[in-house]
């Protein structure tokens, strides 16, 4: 059975820093393209950043230069740093995998920043 289990959210103030892990079970996903996605109250869930299989990185520009995504295929983990953070990063965070669309997810771990 496949599972992604996120870990690491949790309340912070502004301009504090924290580290979001997602840990992948089931398979492999070193051939795998990963990625963080987010749902605000009331918004849609939004893409926040990935890592393919190869290594190369893109984020949401809402993030960029704050957060960094990073892989570690011998452990099936991937990881998000989360740095600078502000209120409107407040979401339910979401783990995913795949090798065209993102066809695994994990249950989502709540990340709140107070102002």
């Known amino acids: 059975q496949v599972q992604l289990v996120e870990s690491g959210g949790g309340l912070v103030q502004a301009g504090g820093s924290l580290r979001l892990s997602c840990a992948a079970s089931g398979r492999t996903f070193s051939n795998y393209n990963m990625g963080w996605f987010r749902q605000a109250p009331g918004k849609e869930r939004e893409f926040v950043a990935s890592?393919?299989?190869?290594?190369?990185?893109y984020y949401a520009d809402s993030v960029k230069a704050r957060f960094t995504i990073s892989r570690d295929k011998s452990k099936n983990t991937v990881s998000l740093q989360m740095n600078s953070l502000k209120p409107e990063d407040t979401a339910v965070y979401y783990c995913?995998?795949?090798?065209?669309?993102?066809?695994?997810w994990g249950q989502g771990t709540q990340v709140t920043v107070s102002s």
């Open positions: 890592i393919t299989w190869t290594g190369g990185t």
């Open positions: 995913a995998a795949g090798s065209g669309v993102y066809n695994y």
